[in-house]
């Protein structure tokens, strides 16, 4: 492969730099295989799945669909920039209590698509939920335990106010 | 990179909801799937494949592609040192086509190279010269033998026969239909990956894969390559989902060949696209089925005929086969039958395992028959289900008495139990209508249809399969170790092992060993059989260890072992006093313990279809509402109320995530999954093309857990995996008819079947 193209991502607020890479790589192949990042899943390269779901200056994007080489100048926020060292976030949590995880290859994905749709809007209908969710296909759960798993993030919010 | 075991520590018994000890990786995005594996100096690898459904290879001409820069390694048919085929049950299918390409997609050639792009470079230039072929797709031309064999094996992969009871004896009702089912695609989100590791001295490998069954891999990776099995080490990589389609070899030969040639570790990995070429599909079939039924609409005996396109190569073709005309009858009494079976060779792509396995076909049959006798002795779907349901102690047409339990009437009457959705309202939202948002015409014309379904599914391996799985378990200093080869491709037997050894061991820290081949087989992650194989090889395993300290310390207290049991966490003397931790009492000592477990033995099917064939059984009904649009031909299922037979529940969090996942590919097969086929090419290989259920058009389901312990089961419980998936498709479907007053023997329904 000619390898030959610098240029550095802002990710989860660090600047990283790719070296030697190929200008036709996507942000997910970039960020999966280049900057260590394996987080975000790539299931159909197609933005169809929503595997590859990440922030980019606070929009919810597939990552599979985004030359990386495009996004310099952009904020990029991955399922490893949601996540804390320490605790799991009120999402994360949900999701595994309320059992939206099985195989768990849809689920970082979901868990941006998720935190994404929750900061833009705090109280969702039920299918402000499902449309939020709806790019994200997920094979195993049927999505009730997806429900499920957001419907108890809310409640505990409210509670928490 | 190799996973290190897991501790799971919550105080969390069977019958809890214990949470899954990788779901905090898995939310996080650290949990690692085979396709994050990595290894130093790692090379890809991609798959050549043919383009053509049918046609003779001419010439393979590999060196412009073997000139591009990156490329380390070319191989083909040629550099198999070992068998040239593999197979799960007849090795019929060639690691690479060296004299004919059997199916559109069909592997000619693999690369190594330095970077994905490169790989797709190279294999634009492998030139491949083709005699194309007219293939062979329709399945009736392979049985009338008007088609020259397209394998040496010939066009009939195989032919059963079930003929039952008085051959001649009608009824006063007879109703029929031939009733087509599409070729549905497993579409787990994990893509097939492998990385192989080759051994310093480039005679052995490891392998990190995403299977369904380690073991079986293993054997056919080690014929091919010509290795001993010793010189192979096989490591389960995180699956994302499996579904059947991970049972047969895909890319595990491939990317050991060309670990070995390169001698450097080779990740391999598919597209989407090719996911869609290089794994099994769900059978399509034609089944033909006539039902006669006495005037009270009660089943006088069942004519079938059965056809399963097998496409090119064998795989799990003639089991298949026999699932689904052995479940002819479905949850129902039936003296007699007549039934003929074929599973077919076509140049269609290869269709093999896929959750519910010759089942779900068959019940399409069948429930879309019930109706029909309802309607025509005017009975509802209900009433029809009820009159025939079959309880335990009765004959199947294959003679086999079904001895499982069998609450095929609970199963209704607790669905019909449940309430309907409220009626759709003014205000309601226009996502929740059919089509979705944009789509609909005008809600003043959708229809409302109801519709059920029954099933019966049959657990664990069949035809005298010696199946089983195999666990150790290993106590120390109050810690249980479990050690399996059970695949863990989501189903959560990751969770259930654990509250096996703390319900059975009193412990509460259990640490899970990783999941390869340095133990005996597990068998598949499939037939809804790992709770039963894999959870009987883990309480097998963890008894033993228990019996042992007991003994270690009933002699150490003087107290009669056989006096012990575990209460809690502590070892308790169950006439006196005597109360002692499991912690303190396996202090110092290591207790390991490997327990084997198997089914009991089943029996072929002689010529007439007869014989005790299968293990044991599992029913669940479904009732389905949908809203129909009849003039766009555009459904919404709104609501799935379902009972299932469990036999006993062991994780309710699981247990309900089992459910509503196959519903959901269920939903799927009804009314939108479907690989298209034009004359032996798959015409939507993308998921822009084959469309799988959204957040959006997932129904409310309410559920219902039918719990009779099953004391046959070594937990009492019934394999719940595939049952979800089966009958909820002809449910779908009767709505679907109840809305709009036609008839449609067809699935996915699509919007024509039901607008024109
Ligand atoms: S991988 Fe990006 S949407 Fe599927
Ligand atoms: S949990 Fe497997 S795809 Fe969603």
């Known amino acids: 492969m000619s390898a030959n193209e610098f240029y550095s991502l802002h990710v989860n607020g660090k600047t990283m730099p790719v070296q030697d890479s190929w200008v036709g790589e996507s942000l997910l192949y970039v960020l999966r295989e280049r900057l260590g990042l394996p987080g975000t899943k790539g299931a159909c390269e197609q933005g169809e799945c929503g595997s590859c779901t990440v922030l980019m200056n606070g929009n919810a994007v597939c990552a599979c669909l985004v030359m990386a080489a495009t996004a310099v100048n952009s904020e990029i926020v991955t399922v490893e920039g949601i996540t804390s060292e320490s605790t799991l976030t009120d999402v994360q949590q949900s999701f595994v209590e309320e059992g939206a995880v099985q195989c768990g290859f849809c689920t970082p994905g979901l868990i941006v698509a998720v935190h994404h749709l929750l900061e833009k809007n705090p109280q969702p209908s039920e299918f402000e939920v499902k449309e939020a969710i709806s790019g994200n296909i997920c094979r195993c759960t049927g999505y009730g335990r997806v429900f499920a798993a957001v419907e108890a993030t809310i409640r505990s919010r409210n509670e928490v106010k | 990179m190799a996973k290190s075991s897991v501790v799971t520590k919550p105080r969390d018994i069977l019958g809890n909801s214990a949470l899954r000890p990788d779901g905090a990786h898995k939310v996080q995005g650290s949990f690692e799937f085979t396709s994050d594996l990595h290894a130093e100096n790692m090379l890809w690898g991609a798959t050549l494949r043919s383009p053509h459904p049918y046609a003779k290879i001419m010439s393979i001409d590999t060196s412009a592609a073997l000139a591009l820069p990156g490329v380390h390694c070319i191989i083909t048919a040629d550099d198999v040192p070992g068998k040239s085929t593999y197979g799960l049950i007849s090795s019929d299918q060639p690691v690479f086509a060296s004299d004919y390409v059997r199916y559109m997609g069909e592997p000619v050639a693999a690369v190594a190279a330095d970077h994905p792009e490169t790989c797709r470079r190279a294999l634009a230039l492998i030139v491949v010269v083709y005699e194309v072929l007219a293939p062979l797709t329709n399945p009736e031309d392979a049985i009338a033998g008007s088609f020259d064999p397209i394998h040496p094996d010939g066009n009939v992969i195989r032919h059963q026969r079930i003929v039952r009871g008085d051959q001649n004896i009608s009824g006063p009702i007879v109703v029929e239909g031939e009733y087509v089912i599409g070729m549905q695609d497993q579409a787990f989100l994990g893509l097939e990956a492998a990385l192989a590791i080759p051994d310093p001295d480039g005679l052995g490998l490891h392998l990190h894969v995403a299977t369904q069954w380690l073991h079986e891999d293993l054997t056919q990776i080690s014929a091919c390559l010509s290795l001993p099995a010793e010189k192979i080490r096989l490591t389960l990589g995180g699956v994302g989902g499996a579904f059947g389609a991970r049972e047969d070899i895909s890319l595990q030969v491939h990317c050991c060949l060309l670990a070995l040639k390169a001698g450097r570790p080779i990740k391999m990995q598919y597209s989407r696209e090719e996911s869609f070429f290089g794994h099994v599909h769900r059978h399509p079939a034609t089944i033909f089925m006539r039902h006669h039924a006495d005037a009270n609409g009660k089943i006088v005996k069942i004519d079938a005929r059965f056809v399963f396109d097998g496409g090119a190569y064998t795989s799990t073709s003639p089991a298949v086969l026999i699932n689904g005309i052995t479940h002819t009858q479905g949850p129902y009494k039936c003296d007699n039958a007549t039934v003929d079976g074929y599973a077919v060779r076509t140049n269609n792509p290869p269709c093999g395992a896929m959750r519910g396995f010759g089942v779900v076909q068959a019940c399409f049959a069948h429930e879309s028959q019930m109706d029909k006798i309802a309607v025509a002795v005017g009975k509802s779907p209900v009433e029809i289900r009820l009159i025939n349901a079959m309880v335990t102690g009765d004959p199947l047409i294959t003679g086999q008495i079904m001895e499982s339990v069998a609450p095929v009437a609970r199963c209704i009457t607790e669905t019909d139990a449940i309430p309907l959705p409220a009626l759709m309202g003014e205000t309601v939202n226009e996502l929740s209508l059919p089509g979705g948002s944009g789509l609909t015409a005008s809600r003043s014309h959708i229809v409302r249809g109801i519709g059920w ?19 150790r378990c290993t106590l120390k200093d109050g810690v249980a170790s479990l050690k399996f080869a059970t695949s863990e491709v989501g189903q959560g037997f990751v ?4 509250q096996i050894a703390r319900s059975v061991l009193g412990v509460d820290e259990v640490i899970l060993e990783p999941i390869d081949t340095q133990i005996g087989s597990a068998g598949s992650t499939s037939a809804s059989r790992q709770t039963w194989m894999s ?66 033995a089943t029996e072929e099917l002689d010529a007439n279809g007869q014989g005790n064939c299968h293990t044991a059984f599992a029913f669940v009904a479904h009732r389905a509402v949908v809203d129909v649009d009849p003039e766009l031909g555009l459904v919404k299922v709104v609501q799935i109320a379902t009972a299932q037979d469990v036999g006993r529940v062991l994780n309710p969090l699981s247990a309900i995530g089992q459910l509503e996942g196959g519903i959901a590919q269920g939903l799927g097969l009804a009314v939108m999954e479907e690989i298209i086929m034009q004359n032996g090419k798959v015409r939507n290989p993308s998921f822009t093309d084959y469309l799988l259920p959204t957040a959006l058009d997932a129904p409310d389901v309410v559920a219902v857990m039918i719990e009779e312990y099953e004391p046959q089961a070594p937990l009492g419980a019934k394999g719940i995996g595939e049952p979800p998936c089966i009958s909820v498709t002809p449910a779908i479907v009767a709505a679907i008819r109840n809305a709009i007053g036609k008839n449609i023997e067809r699935i996915p329904v699509r919007p024509q079947d039901i607008c024109l």
């Open chain 2, 453 to 471: 379904g029954v099933s019966m599914k049959n657990l664990m391996y069949s035809e005298g399969f010696d199946d089983f799985a195999t666990a």
């Open chain 2, 495 to 498: 969770t259930l092992a654990p």
């Open chain 2, 535 to 600: 959870g009987g090889a883990v309480d097998g395993a963890c008894r033993l260890v228990r019996e042992r300290l007991f003994h270690h310390v009933g002699k150490q207290h003087s107290i009669d072992p056989l006096r012990l049991v575990i209460d809690g966490t502590d070892v308790i003397d169950q006439v006196g006093t005597f109360r002692y931790s499991v912690a303190e009492a396996s202090e110092g000592i290591e207790i390991s313990e490997t327990f084997e477990h198997h089914h009991r």
